[in-house]
């Protein structure tokens, strides 16, 4: 029936708007909701930078086999005393302090502006979508544990989501629509 000569125009319109999908860009949208899922449940299971603790430094040196006593007796001593000052050097300030109902609304919170990015993606909103991931990257960077293993993958997938355009425009078939639509009424008047 497709070959009829009276079809012709509306396979031209159809075929047209096919093209226009067919090179139109694909953005995934199932594949990011499903990447933004999984910074969520990362993020609830992460540690906290105020969680973190220093780092245990392992003195490694040469212990003499035969060591005197008051030898011994000294480098405990020593060992005390640096166990009792620590020197750190803070390349960011320090994070702030949350109590645990604190702790809890903030995840609560980073997890309600993925959910809110996850809406703005469904509905193409790139303003939106973008927002939402740049403030959870930055409650994330500034609260979470950076040596965190969750923590680092939730940063790189952040920074790999806020980089894909999802504002793209989904081109019009509506001269598709009209034209089977007018066939349609054209056929049924032929019919009565």
């Known amino acids: 029936r497709i070959d009829r000569p009276q079809l012709a125009p509306l396979r031209k319109v159809i075929e047209r708007d096919i093209e226009l999908l067919r090179v139109s860009p694909f953005v995934d949208v199932v594949g990011l909701t499903l990447k933004i899922d999984n910074v969520i449940e990362s993020v609830e299971t992460a540690a ?3 969680q973190q ?4 430094h392992v003195l490694v040196g040469k212990r003499a086999v035969e060591e005197g006593v008051y030898v011994r007796l000294a480098r405990e001593i020593w060992a005390d005393l640096r166990s009792l000052v620590r020197i750190q050097h803070v390349d960011r300030p320090e994070p702030p302090l949350l109590d645990p109902g ?3 609304f903030l995840r609560e919170n980073v997890k309600l502006r993925l959910l809110s990015a996850r809406i703005a993606l469904i509905q193409r909103d790139a303003k939106t979508y973008r927002s ?3 403030a959870s990257r930055q409650w ?4 979470y544990d950076p040596r965190d293993r969750n923590v680092a993958a939730a940063l790189a997938s952040l920074k790999q989501l806020a980089e894909i355009d999802v504002g793209i ?11 089977v639509r ?3 009424l054209t ?5 009565r």
């Open 53 to 56: 603790r220093p780092a245990e």
């Open 182 to 184: 007018d066939y349609k």
């Open 48 to 50: 906290l930078a105020m």
């Open 102 to 104: 604190q702790a809890f």
């Open 187 to 191: 056929r049924d008047k032929g019919q």
């Open 132 to 134: 939402d991931l740049m």
């Open 140 to 143: 994330i960077e500034r609260h």
């Open 169 to 179: 425009a989904v081109p019009d078939i509506n001269a598709s629509l009209n034209a």
